[in-house]
Structures are given as C-alpha cells and as structure tokens.
C-alpha cells in the first residue's frame, strides 16, 4: 500500500508539525497553509503531545499500567505513546490504532522490529470490531486493567457515537483502567482561522460545552483536578507554557473506572 505524496495527509502533518521526518513536501506546504489562516495549528498540537507525555507518565507511573490502547494514533513518531511508556516500562504492551488504513500500514512499518507494540485499523464508531481482534487478545488478554489514549479525536465524532464509544469501552475495561481525552470547548468556533480552516479542508469540527463533555464521558470519573482547560491537565494553572487561546478553545481530562 502506497502512500499518495501529491495529497496531504493529517497524521503526516502532524509527523511535521512534532519536528518529524516522516512527511512529504505536500504536508509541509499545507502546514504552512494551515497555520496562516489557523496560527496556533502547530502549537495546539505541540501541547496535544506534551499532554500525552503527561497523561502516559502518570498511568504508567501512579497508577501502575502496563497495558495501553490508543486511538486516532496517526504516525507512533516524536514522542507518542510506545515512547514514552516502553522508557518507563519496557515490559508494556502498546496497541496503537486508526481508521485510515494507509496510515495503519505506514505506522506498521515504522514499528518494525519492536516488541510490544502493534499498530491495527480501528474505526472508533466500530468499537466492538475492536474487541474480536486477535492482536487484543495477544496484547491485553483477559486483564481489561488498560491505559487508554484519545487525542484530538472527539473533536471529529459526532455526541451519539463519541458516547457510545465511551459507555462500550468503560463496559469492557475493568476496574482500574484510565482514558485521557481532549475535546474541544465551545469557544473553538470563534479561534481566528478556525471557520476557513474547516470550510478549506471540509472537515467538520464538534465543540462542547463543559456540561456537554461531562455527559458525554459518563460513566467514567474524573481524576483531580477533573475537566481542565485547555490542553493542560497535569500542569499548574501558572504555568508558562499556558496559551489563552488554546486554554479557551479546548478541554482536556483523565478519567478513570
């Protein structure tokens, strides 16, 4: 399966946006695009990341996990999930996963060579396909105690399926397991660029209010200090890192089973 370099592809730019190499000269052009009429396009996603490192730091070191699911993975490249945990635990289990099947292929072939780590097509609106996979009973098991990731995702799920989506996978998890998610806040809509930047690529966005993703993650819980601003769990509100558009745009959260 060949990838096209004369169409860009998200998961690449994203590949470019984390400093990466595993992109063409059409992605780096349209980051360049994005990022005129969305300027804060790279550095939403440089929080995204540093979130993650965050969330999977804490699962793997507070909470003891040593099984992780992600979805929407794009490319497991700068820092993603098997990174930051195989340097904690190299004894972890990492399934990555998306519903673009070049990219799944493309992230196979990445992955190469590591033990541990296994990259699968999964369509989130399809969850329970999910569970007749034989790679998650090789990975995972009959133990459901996992770690779950789900970054930049919501965002392109409308509410019934993203609920569903939530309620199959707390029904499956056992007692235990914890899900890190970003959503974006009402406020997303009015970010400059934000308008153009879905009419120029036709991709719908769903922004939420806090209410509206408190509903939606139920019945999970919610770690301290529970639905943060911005892309900021696990920082201190002071810290200097902090960007108000992106801390009045977005959500993020731990929850837990």
């Known amino acids: 399966m060949t990838m096209s370099r004369m169409k860009p ?10 400093g990466g190499s595993h992109n063409f000269a059409i992605d780096r052009a349209t980051v360049k695009l994005v990022r005129r ?6 550095e939403s996603l440089q929080a995204q990341r540093r979130l993650l490192k965050r969330a999977m730091t804490y699962m793997v070191h507070e909470k003891q996990l040593d099984k992780f699911l992600d979805f929407g993975s794009g490319l497991p490249t700068r820092g993603n999930v098997h990174e930051i945990v195989l340097a904690i635990n190299p004894e972890a289990r990492i ?8 990219i ?5 072939d990445i992955l190469k060579g590591i033990p541990n780590v296994r990259y699968i ?13 034989p790679v998650l009973s090789e990975m995972v098991g009959k133990d459901h105690c996992v770690g779950i990731g789900f970054f930049g995702v919501a965002v392109l799920i409308p509410d019934e399926p993203l609920a569903c989506f939530f309620e199959t996978l707390y029904e499956w998890a056992d007692k235990g397991s914890h899900i890190a998610v970003t959503f974006a806040a009402k406020q997303f809509g009015d970010v400059k660029g934000m308008g153009e ?5 036709g991709i719908r966005f769903f922004a939420r209010s806090s209410q509206e993703i408190l509903n939606l993650i139920t019945p999970w819980k919610l770690t301290k200090p529970g639905l943060v601003p911005g892309l900021y769990w696990g920082l201190p509100q002071d810290a200097p890192e902090v960007n108000e558009a992106i801390r009045e745009s977005s959500f993020s959260l731990v929850a837990f089973k």
């Open 121 to 133: 097509h999964c369509d989130v609106t399809e969850l329970r396909s999910l569970f007749d996979a």
């Open 197 to 201: 930047a879905s009419r120029a690529f």
């Open 95 to 102: 399934i990555y996963s998306d519903s673009d099947p070049l």
């Open 9 to 18: 592809n998200a998961a690449r730019m994203w590949d470019y946006a984390m």
């Open 104 to 108: 799944v292929a493309f992230g196979q």
């Open 37 to 42: 009429i969305f300027p804060i396009y790279e």
